[in-house]
């Protein structure tokens, strides 16, 4: 036998195998596909009781609320107008301004459409004095704070306790969220441990992503939007 006939016959047993291999593992899905079907046709069947029909118009409300839940831990970008979905565009322009890459987009399942959003238990918003992400907007869905020092209002700093170096030392060993804090007087302690200003924090962030502990010893709390 020729070199060359040699490796067809070697290549056509190895094909040859590996369809009748492929054929098995075919027909094997099929059985549990159908296995599959006959059970979901029973439970369809057990579900037409009235108990079962009482369960299921249960769920659609679940799902809701999970998903109100989701979209409550990310924030809208600074200056966020109150009709910022209608006037939003979703150009991405605030996305390319910001400076530490902090918004991004997110789909809307309604409309899919996206929205530029943050969350700022993951990356902070850092407050910039110019707001570079403001003055890109071309469609004034987010608008410049005043001159009278008006700053935005993303959620409030709480303080996780359990979780902090100062209550596992029992002394003032970390100030860092005190430090970082980019309003005066939001941040003091109560004995070691840190309490935040509600009426001048603003939840950006920054003392969640400058903490040292883990897991975090400060998480922001969202307004509802």
């Not at 047993?13 to 369809?19: C, E, G, I, R």
């Not at 006037?87 to 991405?92: A, H, I, K, M, V």
């Not at 890459?101 to 309604?110: C, G, N, R």
Request: proline residues 8%; aromatic residues 10%.
């Amino acid at each position: 036998m020729k070199r060359k006939d040699l490796f067809r016959e070697g290549f056509k047993s190895v094909f040859q195998f590996t369809f009748t291999k492929a054929d098995e593992i075919t027909e094997a899905i099929k059985e549990v596909w159908e296995d599959e079907k006959t059970h979901q046709k029973k439970s369809s069947r057990t579900s037409k009781r009235p108990s079962d029909k009482r369960k299921s118009i249960t769920k659609p409300t679940i799902v809701r609320k999970r998903k109100t839940k989701m979209f409550q831990t990310l924030a809208l970008p600074p200056g966020a107008s109150p009709d910022f979905f209608s006037l939003c565009t979703g150009c991405n322009e605030c996305i390319f301004a910001c400076p530490y890459a902090v918004l991004f987009p997110v789909t809307a399942q309604e409309s899919e459409k996206s929205y530029p959003h943050f969350d700022p238990n993951a990356k902070a918003c850092h407050m910039c004095s110019d707001w570079p992400c403001i003055s890109v907007c071309p469609e004034e869905a987010l608008l410049p704070y005043n001159l009278s020092g008006e700053k935005p209002n993303f959620g409030k700093a709480k303080a996780i306790t359990e979780h902090c170096i100062n209550e596992k030392t029992g002394e003032t060993t970390c100030e860092v969220c005190l430090n970082t804090c980019p309003i005066e007087k939001t941040v003091k302690f109560k004995g070691n441990l840190p309490t935040f200003v509600s009426s001048s924090c603003t939840g950006c962030g920054l003392c969640v992503e400058s903490c040292p502990s883990f897991p975090k010893a400060i998480q922001i709390k969202f307004k509802k939007q």
